[in-house]
């Protein structure tokens, strides 16, 4: 049962090429198909550590296929990708299943830290994850506790950190800009040099950045508490938040889940 | 009868009917005034012989025979009596008017006769109108005839002649006969008179109504058609003249109102229709170019971490990665201008909205020191909006006034009022700041976008989003500001209809 390290499930030659290109040129194997029911054959019969996938297909979406990978007990992470790259579509991977997503077109590194997040993702025991009260989560990526006074805390889920491996530094938006939902609000600088882009979980002004989170060590450390990222005075509460994940444990936990 | 115009066919029937209705009336008149006529020259013919068997009863009594005829004769000659004659019991003419008809007989079942003499035994007493007959002699003019007997009496069985016996109850019968010429042509005169009458009235009911029908009726609804046919050809901003309350005024007020409805949904469907096609467009095209886009990026990015050894292509590179990185973000924000959500719109009540906008930003408003004040109108009536996506608009309108109060804080306040237009009511919400200001130059620009005053490269919605949302209510927003003094941006929505 071998098989390549990554899978990649792309309909546009070029695209596809890149991304095997990138992948091995960092020295990952890459297998590439161009639907997705033969990807879904060859994840039956392969083992892959990751896979690439389109959302666009011309025989199912990829929303269809994370659904049907699932269904036929595939454990391997899945990283969305697609030319029409608006926040709905990064929520909904998110929310499907996906453990990342990444809009086309993208630079080799911009790939290469999403591959190198991905592969890390199954890896290593997962205690069960710590959450605020009432926070919701975009996928595993990030979450958002809304406070009291109607503004909410943001900050990275502690599956992402860990998959960024370990960090060099922190870079934030400044108060005052906005973040929307579904797309990148907050920079990771490894220590390997790859940059990872957190993406906000929901739209907003930036009204206060954490002191704390200036230097890495929190924010590796405890994200989910001392580690936040911002405070943000949301613009579309009702509606965004509805469309996140209730906390409830991790993705995989191994005892049941905490508060 | 189909194809005639409506004021044509009522015209004509209302004369029609005049017609019928005053002819009835006319004949049913006429026929009366015939009747009486008739009966008139009947009871003038029964008194003339009255008179006639009074006069003679002396004569005859003391047989003065010569007399008898003369006074007949004279009588007969009289204008407006055409005969006399008298006959004795078998039926002999033994007195006339007429000396040729003397001497002749009548038989009893002569029409004259028939009336008594019809039966076994002869009638004695029969009332006047029994006894006359109307006839025209030779198809001529009518003639009407009046037979009354001559009843025995005692002065006459007694008399010294001895020709009549105790006995006998009628000795004869007097045959007066009048012409009719005079009461026909009286008749027909009337008719005609009668005729005119019908003719003219109906005449003149038809000329009134006809005109009234295609004042109140013809005109209004000639109007109305050509006004559809308008109307069907897409022409939508017709309007009828107002006329009056009756039906046709209600039904040019609901037309009005119609074609009112009609331009708005039209416009409304055209809107969202832009919208969708521009929103399906967008996404079309950022899908196609972002595919060949990301050749381009990844491996202009892949070649450029590869030629480290060599700098200047290295530097090239960069130069290919960033203009495309650039393009990237271009795409995007058309997408994300393109992408407003159709908004799902109900009635609501903006002061609320605001309330709600206003409570957002309420602690970055004490970060900022901006003394937020609000002025709402208590009658405010609903617009119909969606509520999400305005107050997004105020959110950022507030925002936006208190970024530009600088270090020093200052004073931002929200006023709302309605005010009538000549669409209907518009419903006003101003922010008002006293910030910087905005330079006449950047103010006719800030909508655009892609513009921006602060250098941001905001994620979020922009003022130009912020029109497309406000446009996308039918309602307009403006801005007006004085450098130094501050800056007023203020939305207009229609209040719901």
Redesign the interface.
């Known amino acids: 049962m071998s098989g390549a390290d990554i899978l990649v499930v792309e309909d546009d030659p070029v695209v596809a090429r890149a991304a095997a290109m990138v992948c091995e040129g960092e020295g990952l194997s890459a297998d590439v198909v161009e639907r997705a029911d033969p990807a879904l054959e060859l994840l039956r019969r392969r083992a892959y550590r990751l896979v690439l996938c389109d959302i666009m297909m011309s025989d199912r979406d990829g929303f269809s296929f994370l659904a049907e990978a699932a269904r036929r007990g595939s454990r391997v992470p899945v990283v969305m990708t697609t030319g029409y790259a608006t926040v709905e579509n990064a929520v909904r991977a998110m929310t499907a299943g996906a453990v990342d997503f990444i809009a086309k077109p993208f630079t080799a590194d911009e790939l290469l830290a999403v591959v190198r997040r991905g592969l890390r993702w199954g890896e290593g025991p997962r205690a069960p994850e710590r959450w605020r009260e009432g926070a919701r989560r975009l996928g595993l990526m990030s979450w958002v506790a809304p406070l009291p006074d109607g503004t909410a805390l943001v900050g990275a889920g502690a599956a992402f950190v860990r998959s960024a491996g370990p960090l060099a530094s922190v870079a934030l938006s400044a108060p005052g800009t906005e973040v929307a939902q579904g797309l990148p609000c907050a920079e990771f600088s490894a220590a390997d040099g790859l940059v990872h882009r957190l993406m906000s979980p929901l739209s907003g002004r930036v009204l206060e950045t954490n002191r704390a989170a200036e230097r890495p060590g929190p924010v590796a450390e405890d994200p989910h508490f001392e580690g936040w990222l911002y405070r943000v005075a949301p613009s579309d509460p009702g509606f965004e938040l509805g469309r996140l994940a209730a906390c409830a444990g991790g993705l995989e936990t191994t005892a049941g889940g905490a508060p | 009868m189909r194809s005639l115009p409506l004021s044509v066919r009522l015209t004509a029937a209302a004369a029609l009917t005049a017609l019928a209705v005053i002819g009835l009336f006319a004949a049913v008149n006429l026929r009366s005034h015939r009747e009486s006529l008739i009966a008139e020259v009947e009871r003038h013919a029964d008194q003339l012989s009255g008179a006639v068997i009074a006069s003679t009863e002396y004569d005859m009594m003391l047989n003065q025979r010569d007399r008898l005829q003369l006074g007949i004769e004279r009588m007969g000659s009289r204008p407006g009596v055409s005969g006399i004659r008298l006959l004795n019991k078998g039926g002999t003419v033994i007195y006339s008017s007429d000396r040729r008809d003397i001497g002749g007989t009548v038989h009893k079942d002569a029409e004259s006769c028939a009336m008594c003499h019809s039966g076994s035994a002869p009638l004695t007493k029969l009332e006047p109108s029994k006894r006359t007959r109307v006839w025209s002699p030779g198809g001529g003019p009518r003639m009407l005839g009046i037979i009354t007997p001559v009843y025995n009496q005692d002065s006459c069985s007694t008399a010294a002649c001895h020709v009549h016996s105790r006995s006998q109850l009628v000795l004869g019968v007097l045959d007066v006969t009048l012409p009719l010429e005079e009461a026909d042509r009286d008749v027909r005169r009337a008719a005609v008179q009668l005729a005119l009458l019908a003719l003219t009235s109906a005449a003149a009911l038809a000329a009134c109504l006809g005109l009234l029908v295609s004042r109140w009726v013809g005109e209004p609804v000639a109007e109305l058609v050509a006004a559809t046919r308008r109307v069907a050809g897409g022409e939508l901003q017709v309007e009828l003249a107002p006329r009056g309350d009756d039906e046709l005024g209600t039904l040019a007020r609901s037309f009005n109102d119609m074609t009112r409805r009609l331009s708005e949904a039209r416009l409304q469907l055209f809107q969202s229709d832009k919208l969708a096609s521009l929103g399906r467009l967008a ?1 079309g095209v ?14 202009a ?2 070649l ?3 030629t480290s050894d060599r700098p200047e292509v290295q530097r090239d590179l960069e130069v290919i ?1 960033r203009e ?2 650039r393009s ?1 973000e271009i795409v ?1 924000s058309l ?1 994300d201008f393109a ?1 407003q959500s159709v908004p799902k719109k109900e009635p609501a009540d903006l002061n609320a909205v605001v309330r709600r906008a206003a ?6 408003a004490r ?1 900022a020191k901006a003394e937020l004040s609000f002025s709402f109108d208590p009658a405010l009536p609903p617009a119909v909006v969606d509520p ?1 996506q305005m ?2 608009v105020f ?1 950022n309108l507030l ?1 936006n006034a208190m ?1 530009s109060l600088g270090a020093a804080g200052g004073a931002v306040s929200v006023s709302t009022g309605v005010e009538a237009g000549p669409q209907g009511r518009r419903i006003r919400v101003a922010v008002k700041d006293t910030g910087c200001g905005i330079p006449p130059e950047a103010r006719r620009r800030i909508f655009e976008p892609f513009y921006s005053t602060k250098g ?1 490269k ?4 922009g003022l130009s989003v912020i029109w497309g949302i406000v446009e996308n209510h039918g309602g307009t927003i403006t801005v007006d500001s004085e450098p130094g003094k501050g800056s007023t941006f203020t939305v207009w929505v229609p209040a719901e209809p």
Do not use: C, F, M, W
């Open positions: 996404a950022a899908h196609e170019i972002n595919n060949p886009l990301t050749g381009v990026l990844t491996y990015s892949y450029a971490k590869r990665v495309t990185v990237r995007k997408l992408r409570s957002v930003v309420d602690n970055q970060l999400n107050q997004q959110i925002v970024d941001q905001g994620t979020g919605l």
